[in-house]
């Protein structure tokens, strides 16, 4: 098979799609890899790493969509990436539709055969895909946060782990997955006075019995939600429902209620946002402000740490990357249920159930799609 990998073009996003391991392993199983001149640049990988790997390189993105049959990518397609893909073309990426219907009435338009990383499955019922960025988001959260909170950007002017006779920052993190798991590790190892909240009373036993007294938990209900918000010097929103769009659990009357200069990290903006005053920003321009409340609302977060970021998911993404090349996405995803989850868009179908709900739009059994 021809995998081919281009440049990603969202803005500030300087991942790559496929580490020079990645290319040596798909070259090394008979495949041919065409890179993108420069797409590694940003994640510290010179085209050089990738000729040495045995990968091609090509000049511009047409010719990576115009003539491979698997194109690689981290972030979804942007307009005119969708506009470059071909009926039966095979991509593999993040893709988040859920909030985004022109993207996926775009690729529905496309004919590709389209696997998103962040609904792939595996046998416990984690994410695998997602987990390595949720991982790299939830660890920059607070770090992101605490820069939010400085005066000179807007914030409370708050030092995370206070100083001796000033207290420390008080921060609630809601969502206790894998994502609110690393920001509570970090901000409370910052100091801070960390409050995770759940509705999973198993996974809230979990943390305790893991982290004991280094951060507190409480039962997720808008009771409790909204009286710590209302403490709060940063609120971390970390909650996911694979596939579909985030659940709103803040609103903007509650921003009323909290201290001037709050910041609020909303690591789910990929999916929409938990904060109803949530809207997806840059790292170039990462913050603003509604009502007193900074926000920081970036939608590629792990790009910030792009060499970090890229080596994560390059080594939870090459086992499934050379079974789709090996294989064909149809045995593959036959073979692999939890490769099959990540089948969101097949020939025109829209195949995630999840994704079919928030948008509104028929949804075809990926078991059926598998058949034609």
């Not at 090394?28 to 050089?48: N, R, S, Y």
């Not at 004991?212 to 996911?240: C, H, K, P, W």
């Amino acid at each position: 098979m021809h995998i081919g990998c281009p440049t990603e073009i969202k803005p500030q996003e300087f991942r790559v799609g496929l580490t020079p391991a990645a290319a040596h392993e798909a070259v090394a199983h008979g495949h041919t890899v065409t890179v993108q001149a420069g797409a590694g640049i940003g994640a510290g990988f010179a085209d050089a790493d990738y000729t040495a790997a045995g990968a091609r390189i090509a000049a511009t993105a047409q010719d990576i969509f115009a003539s491979a049959d698997l194109i690689v990518k981290v972030k979804e397609p942007q307009a005119g990436e969708r506009a470059m893909l071909r009926e039966g073309q095979i991509l593999f990426t993040y893709l988040h539709l859920a909030p985004d219907p022109d993207q996926t009435h775009d690729l529905l338009k496309s004919g590709a055969t389209c696997i998103a990383y962040e609904t792939v499955t595996d046998r416990s019922g984690g994410l695998p895909l997602l987990a390595p960025m949720s991982e790299v988001a939830g660890k920059l959260a607070p770090q992101v946060g605490a820069w939010t909170l400085q005066k000179a950007n807007g914030g409370r002017g708050v030092l995370m782990g206070g100083v001796p006779g000033v207290g420390p920052a008080r921060v609630v993190v809601i969502g206790g997955g894998v994502v609110g798991t690393h920001a509570a590790r970090v901000a409370a190892g910052m100091g801070a006075d960390v409050t995770v909240l759940d509705r999973s009373l198993h996974r809230l036993r979990y943390l305790d019995d893991v982290f004991g007294s280094q951060f507190r938990t409480s039962y997720a209900s808008a009771g409790n939600t909204a009286e710590l918000v209302a403490l709060a010097d940063m609120v971390i929103g970390a909650v996911l429902i694979p596939g579909a769009a985030a659940p709103k659990l803040v609103t903007r009357a509650q921003l009323s209620t909290m201290k001037p200069g709050a910041a609020i990290v909303d690591v789910a903006i990929d999916q929409g946002g938990c904060f109803e005053t949530s809207k997806a920003t840059t790292h170039q321009d990462p913050i603003y402000e509604v009502d007193g409340i900074m926000h920081y609302c970036v939608a590629n977060m792990p790009g910030a740490v792009a060499r970090t970021s890229t080596i994560a998911l390059g080594n939870a993404t090459m086992p499934f990357l050379i079974a789709l090349a090996d294989k064909g996405w149809k045995q593959a995803c036959a073979d692999d249920p939890h490769l099959l989850e990540g089948l969101n868009v097949h020939a025109g179908h829209l195949t995630n159930y999840a994704v079919g709900k928030a948008l509104g739009i028929d949804v075809l059994s990926p078991t059926l799609a598998l058949k034609r």
